[in-house]
């Protein structure tokens, strides 16, 4: 059986400022790593369905299959801000489960600059139907399900900022923001949500690694505040 091929993916990306993941890709990276930009391989153009909606499975497939993800691939994501959790999560919803973060920070080797010649590879999504929920059915279930906001607490209260133009929080959500450790969630069905969709794959992947799965809702509150849907602060 022949040996896995492992690929680094990069994942670095800075909210407002498209550009600056590739920036410090193109400044240094773990050699032979490709790069997947949150923006614009990660995730659909912005609107009604929120900041960051997913991909459709033929563009994130051909963008996959770009920084050489298919079949037999192993990929190690790392990123900030939720980049890497985000393709680990996108990775897993198009059915390729071989996927691993990695803490840049944990990294002791060097770095490399400038572009890398990345071997295609040919992703086949697959994708599952039973990992994202909607904002109707989130809707309906609140009172069924933990939904987990993942979102710094100061947004979670409701306080005025400049991303939310609806400051608050969905009702009976539990605050784990993405930058903090994982607090004791209650027993039940969990939802992930946060501003766009991107750092609410850092609780379901902190989930997953303490044994526990959840849902996500795509939309996140970029979503849910233009929908006319159920506010709460403070």
Not at 75 to 101: K, P, S, T
Request: glycine share 12%.
């Amino acid at each position: 059986m022949p040996s896995p091929r492992y690929q680094f993916v990069d994942c670095r990306w800075e909210l407002g400022s498209p550009a600056r993941g590739c920036e410090q890709y193109l400044a240094g990276h773990i050699p032979g790593a490709s790069f997947l930009d949150v923006d614009e391989d990660l995730a659909a153009p912005p609107g009604p369905g929120g900041r960051h909606p997913l991909p459709a499975a033929n563009d994130f497939a051909r963008a996959a299959s770009r920084a050489g993800i298919g079949e037999g691939v192993f990929v190690v994501a790392y990123g900030n801000m939720g980049g890497a959790e985000r393709l680990w999560w996108l990775l897993r919803h198009f059915g390729h489960d071989d996927c691993a973060v990695l803490e840049l920070d944990g990294w002791l080797g060097p770095l490399r600059a400038g572009e890398e010649q990345i071997e295609p590879a040919e992703f086949t999504p697959r994708p599952r139907a039973d990992d994202t929920i909607d904002a109707d059915d989130l809707a309906r279930q609140l009172e069924e399900l933990v939904v987990v906001d993942a979102r710094r607490p100061e947004r979670f209260r409701g306080e005025p900022n400049p991303i939310d133009k609806v400051p608050g929080r969905i009702p009976g959500a539990f605050n784990a923001p993405w930058n903090e450790p994982l607090p004791e969630l209650p027993a039940g069905e969990l939802v992930a949500y946060c501003g766009s969709g991107v750092t609410a794959s850092v609780a379901l992947h902190r989930l997953f690694l303490s044994g526990r799965e959840g849902r996500l809702y795509p939309g996140s509150w970029s979503e849910w505040e233009q929908l006319g849907l159920p506010v709460t602060r403070g």
